[in-house]
């Protein structure tokens, strides 16, 4: 079960199941956030796709047109972490490595992984908003990513995520990857909200696009079947010794990265799909 | 101008002037945060200091005493960011410097300072609460800072600040440095927001006693004259291709180091006294 | 079943079964207000009783002490509505009725009940909070009544209310009515929030004692059984153009009147006691 | 000064002074509800106006035009209070009454004016929203009255008010008013906030004119120097024991009474001048 966020009518809760789409917040009970169905499903215990099946053949809740161009966030996380290197690197990639690298090869064979506070509330946007590069930086990159979704500390779904990154601050000083990483807009997520409680989570299909003028610059495939780290062991590592707020998402890192020249530039449309969950558009401004 | 918040009676704000402590909250216009204040200064463009001594002077605002361990936080920031090595560092001390901290040198040289998003709400504590050090960390250090006080983009006043550090962590990897700044309890501020527009701010004195089952086990000395960056570059680099939320803290850096024996537990006690600020205290738990 | 919120340990919600106190704030669910129970029991479709049990009995709910002297207002509604003239008048009385008092009469016969807005949150008090007797009033009754809870426009439960009055301004004209029904601390709900889906409702037994100088100087007992209108028609015409906010409290009306010479002043304190649901206790004050 | 919200730009407050708009929200200090300017001036001591002109003329707040039918609630109150028979009445009239409005009659006559809590913040609409009339009324008027805002305890301004009224209900119990007077929809104000320290409030002139498909039914016109009550007495009783919210409207009263044979009916439209305030539009719909 999918939900989404749509501006018309009026910033409304979207269930999509069975290829049908139902407007929750029309609905008798007036569903407007996520947020209150997973406070609801905590508080009885029922499955939140139950939950939501049932406000929608009880309550005769309304059916709605899906209109991608008027998608919002679907929920608004407390905080936005992403992770890095959890990737499966080929041997071939790692004889390339020049010395500046080492730091990250140590993280691919620790067993910590690399996390950080990617975004709070008002650096992250939502499908169609503008992202943003670095006015301060040479070299720009969109960076696809699975991101978990947590209520408190369970992982309870699936989101789309952009951890828009300048490559060259964080590539003059490892200590500058905050710089490179939070900033405005540097986050987006997005088109909906992937509830499962079944899903291979492995098994996800990530692509980018990147269109400049219109025309495609960038295309690139890759799955979660290439992770060299488990969601379980990433989730736990963020759970150390901090107490998540109670609507966390967790970005898993990337492994489609553009050719080092490519500088992703004001006015550039980065389209991120996985299968399942959707294609995330945004355009690119520069901040 | 000095301001404060304590516990009794219930959640008061204090402004502190010529010695004296006067009740804003129960002033006729019952002042409950510095943020109405803060947001008065701007739109009427009276000086925080007038408009506050307006307040005390037409409101016959009632006289408190200060209670030190009645304090809390005296105003919540909606970040905390922080920034690292920006005191001078000796020829002597470089000298000694291994192969791994030419990262740290680097950032000494380099243009850009740095800067990274210390703490959300949830995890700043006031005056009185305890500090965390990491269970997963095998060394733990409090680092006593100035931190300087922006609301919106403009530098309002002071305050001390503890950006409390795992250096296992951050030395094992610098990019694990979001790991080793950004966790439970990681961050204290207080006691006092000091507000000025005409302080010299390149002599504030900072010291701190770290007490262990009440004795001294550390003591130490500094002031901002040693400082290698000027606050407003530190406040350049972070406002760079980021929007502030109405009220940041900023860590200005620490230059008081415990030697390497020194690890922070559970129990210890510590102060930071930053003259004309006050003496932050916290005691420290395991997180 | 049973809620109330208790200061100590800090703003619990706690909930009375078998017996039993359980600490719903405590719980692994962290359930602060009841208004957080009643959106989940509507969005889940189980019982508020059942849902409560369950979080009771599969989060390992600690066991409390109840201490009546720390309560507090168990839920705070958006609005509380009061009827008058609800109760069945003797022949006696209506012989006994002057002139003034047509406009009462008229009111038993018709079939639209007298309902009005007795209080927004402001002017609500809880259990031990003082209630407020007008200054400008010579004369002053508490009025002890079924308060009647509604979820939206249902009915979900019951509390204690009083419907502290001005008589003298009321008798001197029916449209001083609203002055002497809305001021400042005239109204108190509690001591709990009683959830029934299936009590009886007219066999709610009401008494009332008045302590002037800690003796007992009124005491009077009824039932609502001794009601003249069903809490379905006060609800009808309650609802009737109006759109109720999420939480209403309506107070069914009075029929225990203390003897005309009895006039509540400051000092007193006023219990009022209905079976199932327990005793609110209110102190009163001049205001 | 007179102060308007306006849908578009988005919600934007805006403030006309010498025949110019100016849109405070898009000014540098992004004001976005009158409740700001009303604490900042409160804390400064500085008059609103004066601190309305400082932010347009220091902050190069930007010019708009003010769209009428775009027009917003300029500020929502927290309460609305109304008053009743402030008018003169003349001996003509007195000679008219029946034995019913006795009951006016005294009110007109006592020292302590009519006074009801009118409306909550979800019974207001504001320029251009329907206002209703209840389906269980057979005769439904408005009443055209000039509205005082009071922040906190203070008189600091004006505006537009509609007072819409049951006349049947009322008529048939006068304990029925709270009933005839509070439901959902049965208070407009509008379209603008009037700032004056320095007007002469018994001067305005009020007139109301009716459209039934697009034809005049109904204009009369009446002026404040026919009221029979002070504001200030006004004030007083309605603050006797009563805490005021942040900010309330009280409105003072009508003289401009439709013919008895007038019933205001779904589709009707109401136009509400005050010389100095505007006109306030209001369709009337069955609720």
Not at 97 to 116: Q, T
Not at 177 to 202: H, M, T, W
Not at 214 to 225: A, D, R
Not at 231 to 249: A, C, G, P, R
Request: charged letters at 25%; hydrophobic letters at 35%; a negative charge.
């Amino acid at each position: 079960m999918k939900f989404y966020k749509q501006k018309n009518p009026k910033s409304s809760l979207i269930a999509e199941t069975d290829g049908s789409y139902y407007n929750l917040t029309a609905a008798r009970s007036r569903v407007k956030e996520l947020k209150e169905l997973f406070r609801a499903s905590e508080l009885s215990g029922i499955k939140l796709s139950d939950l939501t099946e049932q406000i929608i053949y009880e309550e005769g809740t309304p059916n709605v047109n899906l209109l991608p161009d008027q998608l919002e966030i679907p929920f608004s996380p407390d905080e936005v972490w992403a992770a890095g290197v959890t990737y499966k690197i080929s041997e071939e990639a790692r004889q390339r490595e020049s010395e500046m690298s080492e730091i990250y090869l140590d993280i691919y064979e620790s067993k910590r992984p690399e996390l950080f506070l990617k975004a709070t509330p008002s650096r992250v946007v939502g499908p169609n908003d503008p992202i943003g590069v670095r006015e301060d930086s040479e070299w720009n990159v969109p960076e696809p990513e699975l991101g978990l979704v947590l209520y408190k500390d369970e992982l309870i779904g699936y989101t789309v995520g952009n951890d828009v990154s300048s490559r060259s601050i964080e590539g003059s000083n490892p200590l500058y990857l905050p710089q490179a990483k939070v900033y405005n807009r540097s986050c987006a997520i997005g088109p909906s909200f992937l509830y499962s409680d079944q899903l291979e989570p492995y098994n996800f299909e990530i692509s980018m696009e990147i269109l400049r003028d219109g025309i495609s610059v960038y295309e690139g495939l890759t799955s979660t079947n290439q992770l060299n780290r488990s969601f379980d062991e990433l989730i736990e590592y963020m759970s150390k010794s901090n107490i998540l707020n109670d609507l966390t998402v967790l970005l898993t890192g990337t492994s489609l990265v553009p050719p080092d020249e490519f500088d992703l530039k004001d006015g550039d449309v980065v389209n991120i799909t996985i299968e399942g969950i959707g294609t995330l558009t945004n355009p690119v401004v520069s901040v």
